[in-house]
């Protein structure tokens, strides 16, 4: 049959209009995710993975955003604690997980430290991860048991030379905070203390309680109410400076390790691919709720300080801490298979 020039006309014009609708829908699908979808942004339940143990500084600040996550968004965080294997167990499983912002990482400095000190890791940590924001900084104190003949950290080197290998320390694991502040510690003083590693920091303080182990370098919020009860003997802090929860207390500088100078610091992560504008958004809820007065008050109680960033500003942080620390384990020689 034969078509005119109208009818041949008026169908490209049909065609063209179909096209020209295709275009429009794809590219609305394009802008979509970044754009609608990170406004109605969280949907269902958020979990944020703590990969320690309850009971230690990591959990407790998962454990404050999750609360106040929950109540901005209207909808609830969760926090799941996958201990184990020096963090690199919920690490992992964060890194494998769906960037879709429905899986949070809150880890602290071993993120950094374990790049260079495991041989082999089943995550790439500078790809494997979209950075959120840094949230706090927390020095450790040194603990000891009551029965340990030790009163200040000039007393606890000189006891561990006299007894070299005799002298335990606990530790939430290999590559935790705790471990690598304590090994630190070791190079600096050239003392022999041994580590018994445990699956997080909660249970292994636990046992430097009962007198099991004699030593630990323990995060202010789970040593300060036990120092204070007398169950363990404060002897010094990590950090450059006193803490404001106890400026009674000397430093490990202070004390005569005078290049000594070690705090952990806290970050907020996601699985790489993750939309931006859900980073983005997540980072400046963050810095938000670190502004609230409640928050600097648990913060400060817990001898913890508030660290804002943006995302740009934390990745590029974390670059430099994980070259930082591949320094320290060629110096040293420390490494895990």
């Not at 018994?196 to 630990?216: C, E, H, K, N, W």
């Amino acid at each position: 049959m034969a078509v005119s020039v109208a009818q041949r006309d008026k169908m490209h014009g049909v065609k063209n209009s179909i096209v020209a609708r295709l275009v429009c829908f794809c590219s609305t699908l394009l802008w979509f995710p970044v754009g609608a979808y990170a406004q109605q942004y969280p949907v269902k339940a958020v979990r944020i993975v703590v990969p320690a143990a309850p009971g230690g500084g990591t959990d407790l600040i998962g454990r404050v955003f999750a609360q106040k996550f929950s109540k901005v968004f209207a909808q609830s965080f969760v926090v799941d604690n996958r201990g184990g294997a020096g963090t690199t167990l919920g690490t992992d499983l964060v890194a494998k997980s769906p960037p879709d912002g429905y899986t949070l990482l809150l880890t602290h400095v071993s993120l950094s430290f374990n790049a260079s000190y495991y041989r082999r890791l089943p995550y790439d940590t500078a790809k494997d991860f979209a950075p959120i924001a840094l949230v706090a900084s927390q020095p450790y104190i040194v603990v000891v048991h009551p029965s340990l003949p030790a009163k200040n950290i000039g007393e606890l080197v000189a006891l561990a030379r006299s007894r070299p290998g005799s002298i335990s320390y606990a530790s939430g694991g290999a590559g935790s905070g705790p471990f690598m502040a304590a090994e630190q510690f070791k190079i600096l003083t050239r003392i022999d203390l041994v580590h018994v590693p445990y699956r997080g920091s909660g249970l292994a303080f636990t046992d430097v309680i009962s007198g099991q182990v004699p030593v630990m370098f323990a995060t202010v919020s789970l040593a300060l109410p036990h120092v204070r009860a007398g169950r363990v003997r404060a002897l010094a802090s990590s950090a450059a400076r006193r803490l404001a929860a106890m400026p009674e207390l000397p430093t490990i500088a202070q004390g005569g390790v005078r290049e000594y100078d070690f705090s952990t610091w806290y970050g907020l992560l996601a699985p790489a691919g993750t939309p931006r504008a859900i980073v983005t958004r997540l980072s400046d809820e963050a810095a938000k709720i670190l502004d609230e007065p409640d928050t600097r008050e648990r913060f400060a109680s817990d001898g913890l300080e508030p660290l804002k960033s943006s995302p740009d500003q934390f990745a590029a942080f974390l670059a430099r801490d994980i070259e930082r620390w591949s320094k320290v384990v060629k110096a040293t020689g420390l490494h895990a298979d």
